[in-house]
């Protein structure tokens, strides 16, 4: 199903935070539905939250993760994504680290799932509060939860 002819309700930036708010009633089934995902952990970090988090409660959980299987299928979701580095001057050593959070990408995602983009400036550093801000100026109707 193309979610373009729903009209999107809410761009969860923090994993945490979807779950927060569906716990204290910000946001129910349904705007899952209907949002988009930018999450700044990687995948496997917010699967594992469910060991890991003594506060999250498995239902609400589970309706979150439900959720995301089904946003992935249809392009809504976008996990911050690995970024290998090379150690020093070994051109075998390498790192793995996480990749910042861009508002290119988020537009990117916002995109592809016909929204309009947002303004920013090369070398805006990407913030919650930046996102937040951008989407108001730019008259979105999406609400960011984080």
């Known amino acids: 199903m193309n979610t373009t002819a729903v ?3 809410h761009i969860f930036i923090s994993f945490l935070g979807a779950l927060r708010a569906l716990e204290e009633g910000r ?6 539905r209907y949002g988009l995902f930018y999450f700044g952990c990687s995948e496997e970090y917010a699967y594992n939250q469910k ?3 003594g506060w999250v409660i498995e239902k609400i959980y589970w309706i979150l ?4 299987k089904y946003a992935e299928g249809e392009g809504r979701v976008q996990w911050r994504k690995p970024q290998l580095q090379q150690k020093g001057d070994n051109p ?3 790192t793995i680290g996480l990749r910042e959070n861009t508002y290119g990408e988020l537009n990117e995602l916002m995109v592809r799932n016909d929204l309009q983009p947002m303004r920013y400036l090369p070398g805006d550093v ?3 509060e930046g996102v937040e801000e951008r989407l108001r100026s730019a008259n979105s109707q999406l609400a960011v939860i984080h």
């Open 126 to 128: 990407y913030s919650f």
């Open 7 to 9: 009209k999107m309700t």
């Open 65 to 68: 993760v439900t959720a995301l």
């Open 27 to 32: 946001v129910d089934a349904k705007d899952l």
């Open 92 to 94: 075998h050593a390498i």
């Open 51 to 53: 060991a890991q988090q």
